[in-house]
């Protein structure tokens, strides 16, 4: 029987895994589980892979090429996530070894997210709670709609995409800014990033996290926002560079800002920056719902179903060199 390692904790196996791909996956091979915390070194992995031959992976768990050397039963390595950027996957092809991801399942999740601390930067409703919960009166601030508005989408992904209609329907004006041209619907306008910084009052950071966008959100970015604009980031706290956005907050070169991703560990807000005052800062939980976390843990059952018929896995990375792949076939 093919045995199937889980590398998630038992915390991170409840949020990013469940109950329902959990009976899926273990009616397919014997399902081995992490009783611990989620590896963090490629001993662990090693350590936990031991005569696994597949494994399925949560996106703390680091694959350079030492773990692929060390595990010469493994044939297949699932992520159960889109970004595959800590798995070395050339190392993984020298070896024969298949490696998946995951597909986007969180655009409504990190969406509804991105309306959310939109509307309470402009309601000041996180302020009002934290003082009552300390027992003192709030203050009554003037707020501002989501309506007519003019949000600054930077990347029109999936998320940006499903971002950018639920802002329409709530009254906003969309401006987007992506590398590639797209066709828009009508009341969209795609724009350099220049001009979407310099005109929206909401600024909402989607893009990837590759070579060319690290410190995309830098010193002359914020310098060219409104002051009363409200910069949020969902997607990778690569992108920002974190000293100028203090700052920028210091200063009052722009309002505020929400952040769900930063430079802590497993793209944690950094503890510093999501203390000042004019931060919202939630721990990573954009994409947290059963529904999104179900959608890629289901990839992951479906991978692993399609390897043991000899089928083609959805979302393969490295399909023509994973050769250790007949091992498995049924």
Aim: proline share 6%; aromatic share 4%.
């Amino acid at each position: 029987m093919t045995t199937i390692l889980l590398t998630h904790s038992p915390q991170a196996l409840a949020n990013y895994y469940g109950e329902r791909a959990l009976h899926a996956l273990r009616e397919l091979g014997e399902v081995r589980l992490n009783p611990g915390a989620d590896p963090t070194t490629p001993q662990d992995v090693i350590r936990l892979a031991q005569g696994c031959q597949i494994v399925i992976s949560s996106r703390l768990a680091a694959a350079p090429a030492a773990v692929f050397e060390a595990l010469p039963d493994l044939v297949a390595y699932c992520r159960v996530a889109v970004d595959i950027r800590n798995i070395d996957v050339d190392a993984a092809s020298r070896h024969g070894v298949l490696v998946t991801q995951a597909t986007p399942g969180f655009d409504a999740s990190v969406s509804e997210w991105v309306l959310g601390v939109m509307i309470d930067a402009s309601r000041n409703i996180s302020r009002a709670a934290a003082a009552y919960w300390g027992g003192q009166a709030a203050p009554v601030v003037m707020g501002r709609e989501l309506r007519g508005a003019t949000v600054g989408i930077i990347g029109h992904g999936h998320i940006g995409r499903y971002l950018a209609r639920a802002c329409q329907a709530l009254g906003m004006r969309v401006l987007v800014q992506d590398p590639q041209p797209q066709t828009l619907p009508d009341g969209m306008r795609q724009v350099e990033r220049d001009a979407l910084l310099a005109d929206s009052d909401y600024v909402v950071c989607l893009a990837p996290a590759l070579p060319e966008t690290a410190n995309l959100m830098g010193r002359d970015a914020y310098a060219r926002m409104k002051r009363e604009a409200v910069f949020i980031n969902a997607s990778r706290g690569e992108l920002v560079d974190e000293e100028a956005l203090r700052d920028a907050l210091d200063s009052g070169t722009i309002a505020g800002c929400a952040l769900d991703v930063g430079r802590a560990q497993d793209q944690m807000p950094s503890l510093g920056l999501a203390a000042h005052p004019r931060v919202i800062a939630t721990p990573h939980i954009g994409g947290l719902t059963p529904q999104a976390a179900e959608h890629q843990a289901m990839d992951t059952v479906a991978q692993v179903r399609a390897i043991l018929r000899g089928e083609t896995p959805p979302h393969a990375v490295n399909l023509p060199h994973a050769t250790r792949l007949a091992r498995l076939r049924r």
